[in-house]
């Protein structure tokens, strides 16, 4: 059964800490994607990454930054959290066609 | 113009009936397209996959449209368990990969 863990559920963290989201896949998928779900909105691509190292600014990149240091692991980052970044996020991976989605993490920044 | 565009719904239809939903998408080099489903507070799964010839999965038929650049979905005698979230996905490629583009999803209610 092919699997993406995110590492959390849920998380509250405070306005100004780093935050740290991490993403793990055993399907040794080239590609793994951050996106964030708010209603109304759909799911926004932050930052993609296709190879070790190798990361790509998706469509809402500002606040965040990626890391992918092995294959299997892709994490997110928030430098200095704000309210405005309390949300769902989703981890994804693929290698040609069909992502699979970690189970999300519900974020919230008081 | 958002590169996937889906009407949010909802659509709120009794158990038994035939609904259909359509996608929109901008980007003529998409390589690939997808159907998921999200329930309430999940992660979305793939449904289905869409292919040129049109595919069928039960209830479930898929249509792509490559000329006029839309993606359809029809479920036919809707059950209770069908009320969800239905996201197009679609794939343009980008530097080799390929990026799932999400549309903003369309809501099912489906009711007794």
């Known amino acids: 059964d092919v699997k993406v863990t995110q590492s959390s559920r849920y998380l509250v963290k405070r306005t100004g800490e780093k935050v740290f989201l991490e993403c793990v896949q055993d399907?040794?998928?080239?590609?793994m994607f951050w996106y964030r779900q708010d209603p109304g909105l759909g799911l926004r691509l932050i930052y993609f990454?296709?190879?070790?190292?190798?990361?790509e600014k998706g469509d809402i990149p500002e606040g965040y930054s990626v890391s992918r240091e092995k294959k299997e692991r892709f994490s997110l980052i928030l430098e200095s959290a704000s309210t405005n970044q309390t949300s769902m996020y989703l981890c994804?991976?693929?290698?040609?066609?069909?992502?699979?989605f970690g189970q999300g993490t519900r974020l919230t920044v008081v | 113009r958002k590169e996937v565009e889906q009407d949010p719904g909802p659509f709120n239809v009794p158990e038994g009936a035939t609904v259909a939903f359509n996608c929109t998408y901008s980007?003529?080099?998409?390589?690939?397209f997808f159907w998921y489903r999200q329930d309430c507070r999940k992660e979305p799964k793939l449904l289905m996959s869409?292919?040129?010839s049109g595919n069928e999965d039960g209830r479930f038929t898929a249509q792509l449209n490559r000329a006029s650049q839309y993606i359809s979905l029809l479920i036919r005698d809707s059950k209770l368990s069908d009320s969800a979230t239905y996201l197009c996905?679609?794939?343009?490629?980008?530097?080799?990969?390929?990026?799932?583009?999400f549309g903003r999803g369309t809501s099912l209610i489906v009711h007794p």
């Open positions: 990454s296709y190879d070790v190292k190798m990361k």
């Open positions: 980007n003529s080099a998409s390589q690939s």
């Open positions: 869409v292919y040129s």
């Open positions: 996905v679609v794939n343009p490629a980008s530097g080799g990969s390929y990026i799932p583009t």
């Open positions: 994804a991976s693929n290698r040609d066609t069909e992502a699979f």
């Open positions: 399907m040794d998928h080239e590609n």
